[in-house]
């Protein structure tokens, strides 16, 4: 190769950097976990198919509360996580609520119709907020112990082993003796 090609074909220290920033942030860490012991205030989300979820009603589940958005990539990444990991895990006691964070229920159906999830889905409301906090950064996930309360908050996107770590625990050791 010739010098003026080989110029031609060198990228610029510009482009390194935005290139370098681009790998940072699509393989950064994919979570930050903090550990919470606080009860939930009751809340209730109405689902993409009308009927309406409450707090109540997943008692006795370990349930993982999922914010997220159809635009966010990170979320769009770790949904095949969740749902692998809510079909792994439903038996046992565990439960999945995702909740879109701007968008109306009709989009939220759409969106986990083309995917093929099943697990539960709805927008937020003044409730959600109530019992969660005002939730801007997506993905943000909780779990919630059968008892209702937060156990984890988890800011950024979820994985398996992760998942597994958190909520193996706190499910029903009834259910747990038929894993082993």
């Given at each position: ?143 919630l112990d059968a008892d209702g309360h937060v156990r984890h908050r988890i800011a950024g996107q979820v994985h398996y ?20």
């Amino acid at each position: 190769m010739d010098k003026q090609t080989l110029k031609k074909w060198t990228p610029s220290p510009l482009t390194l950097i935005l290139l370098g920033l681009v790998a940072y942030l699509w393989f950064r860490p994919p979570a930050e976990v903090s550990e919470e012991n606080r009860p939930a205030p009751p809340w209730q989300v109405a689902l993409t198919d009308g009927r309406t979820l409450t707090s109540d009603a997943l008692k006795g589940k370990v349930v993982l509360v999922n914010f997220w958005a159809t635009w966010c990539p990170y979320c769009r990444k770790e949904k095949p996580v969740i749902d692998t990991f809510w079909h792994d895990y439903r038996d046992k006691g565990f439960e999945v609520v995702s909740i879109s964070v701007d968008d109306p229920p009709e989009k939220i159906a759409e969106w986990m119709h083309d995917k093929d999830y099943a697990f539960m889905a709805a927008p937020t409301n003044a409730s959600v907020t109530a019992a969660f906090g005002h939730v801007t950064t997506v993905p943000t996930s909780f779990i919630l112990d059968a008892d209702g309360h937060v156990r984890h908050r988890i800011a950024g996107q979820v994985h398996y082993p992760r998942l597994e770590k958190l909520v193996a625990p706190l499910l029903h050791p009834a259910a747990q003796a038929g894993t082993r």
